[in-house]
């Protein structure tokens, strides 16, 4: 239970900055926080500071199967969130395990890898956020 559940956690944050951001109010916007129109990686592990207590719905310091709603872990399946950030395999992720978890989604953005996302790959992310979730609402209705 304690996989299934770090497994459902993990695509709700991996899928939640692509629907937020559909919104207008992606992570990489929260993280600009001196609103120059770039993004460093300091600011971009700030934002999921700020975002880890979002997901751990009960303020119990974790995000685990309590955090997840039962519907939708019905749902959802695999474990990537316990393989990514689950680092001490105890079936739960800590605030630290969290922020200091991978950071696939900046990396990506990253293209020159100076540790700060430009206004060019800032947009670049927006468009590659604006695919992946098309995707998943194409997949979701079929």
């Given at each position: 239970m304690p996989r299934l559940f770090v497994s459902t956690a993990l695509l709700i944050l991996l899928s939640a900055p692509a629907m937020a951001q559909m919104r207008g109010e992606g992570?990489?916007?929260?993280?600009?926080?001196?609103h120059d129109g770039s993004v460093t990686r300091e600011e971009f592990l700030a934002a999921r500071a700020a975002q880890f207590a979002k997901?751990?719905?009960n303020s119990d310091g974790y995000i685990d199967s309590a955090d997840v709603p039962e519907r939708l872990a019905k749902r959802r399946g695999g474990d990537f969130l316990a393989t990514q950030f689950d680092a001490d395999g105890d079936g739960k992720v800590s605030k630290e395990?969290?922020?200091?978890?991978?950071?696939?989604?900046?990396?990506?953005?990253?293209t020159d890898k100076n540790n700060v996302l430009d206004a060019k790959e800032l947009a670049a992310a927006k468009e590659l956020a604006k695919e992946k979730g098309q995707e998943w609402r194409s997949r979701k209705n079929q």
């Open positions: 992570i990489f916007e929260r993280a600009d926080t001196n997901f751990d719905r395990e969290f922020v200091n978890g991978p950071t696939t989604l900046f990396d990506r953005a990253d």
